[in-house]
């Protein structure tokens, strides 16, 4: 697999532990994808150099020279299974904890997980969606998902709200929109990469500068409130392709628009693989990108400076984070008011 620009191997060695080290042996750089599983981890297929879930080499059957497995040692990143998911940690030691968000930890319901096509542009085109609620009443006013056509197909429906407005809470930026009828929802964009919309998360993952690939998590709350733990396995939706061909790049591709993720990775993957912000002109309706630009900003300088970046949990037994899920879930829009409506795998962007 690729992740942050590094190729690497995901394994689970026959005494069910999981490493994720770097794809190349250490010995004349095969690859491990082709390794041979072991009791204690991997063996490159090639000379049988033997390592574990830490990178550590453990044997290296033709050498006599027990100095290598003392002093050189590969890539290897924490990993952990939760909510059905793989997780990386690809930071300096030791690692943080998985945050607590009401959408991951609850008990009362269970989930499910979509994995979207990849997209061929940078994951902050993506996450600074999450901060442009003006983008939801024209991009997304298809009549497929709405209840009444717009007056103006330019305007859409920008003028049933009033109001949006963004605020700092403990784990990165809430959005409001309160419409002109007085109804109002909120969505917390969860530093740096997450976006939590009504009963689901979806998280951008860099696979590298020019690839993402979103995976989103469901919450599906009991009916009788009783209580479950998430299997190892959850229900995994793929949808898309969301062009084609589907390995092509803007504009050697055609998106396709008949859904409102794949109309939000069309407006993503245009703007170009990295895009020149150079040449923006931002105004009123893109405050939520100026707050979340400022926010990266800092906190690169504080890593740089070797101090802690925002909304990074150490205690294991930290409180849950409420992002106002059960909100979000009990507060539907009324009669009125022209949200888009969709199931999984059709998720909206609001």
């Not at 050189?72 to 030691?93: C, E």
């Not at 599906?220 to 299997?231: A, E, K, R, Y």
């Amino acid at each position: 697999m690729r992740l942050l620009s590094e190729d690497l191997v995901l394994f689970k060695d026959k005494s069910g532990r999981v490493g994720l080290i770097a794809d190349h042996c250490a010995h004349r750089s095969a690859s491990l994808v082709y390794g041979r599983v072991e009791e204690r981890g991997i063996a490159c297929a090639y000379h049988g150099w033997l390592y574990d879930r830490e990178g550590n080499i453990l044997e290296t059957p033709p050498e006599r020279n027990d100095s290598i497995m003392r002093n050189v040692k590969t890539t290897a990143y924490p990993v952990q299974l939760f909510m059905g998911m793989y997780w990386a940690y690809l930071g300096p030691l030791p690692a943080p904890v998985i945050p607590h968000l009401d959408v991951w930890v609850r008990r009362d319901g269970t989930r499910s997980i979509a994995v979207y096509p990849p997209m061929d542009c940078n994951w902050l085109q993506a996450q600074e969606n999450s901060v442009d609620p003006a983008h939801l009443q024209v991009l997304h006013q298809d009549p497929s998902f709405r209840k009444t056509r717009p007056i103006n197909t330019t305007r859409g429906f920008t003028d049933d709200v009033e109001t949006f407005e963004f605020s700092m809470v403990e784990y990165g930026i809430m959005k409001k929109r309160t419409y002109v009828n007085g109804f109002s929802d909120e969505h917390p964009i969860l530093f740096p990469n997450v976006l939590r919309v009504q009963a689901g998360t979806e998280i951008r993952v860099p696979i590298d500068d020019t690839k993402t690939v979103i995976f989103e998590a469901f919450f599906h709350q009991s009916d009788d409130g009783s209580l479950h733990d998430d299997p190892d396995e959850l229900p995994v939706e793929r949808p898309g392709p969301y062009k084609i061909p589907e390995s092509g790049i803007h504009p050697y591709t055609r998106m396709i628009l008949d859904t409102i993720p794949a109309q939000d990775q069309a407006m993503w993957e245009t703007q170009g693989q990295i895009v020149d912000r150079t040449g923006e002109h931002l105004s009123f309706s893109d405050r939520g990108i100026a707050l979340f630009r400022k926010l990266v900003f800092e906190n690169i300088a504080a890593v740089e400076r070797g101090e802690e970046p925002f909304a990074v949990y150490r205690d294991p037994d930290h409180p849950m984070l409420d992002t106002k899920l059960q909100e979000a879930i009990d507060h539907r829009a009324p009669t009125g008011v022209n949200t888009p409506t969709y199931t999984i795998g059709q998720g909206a962007e609001p």
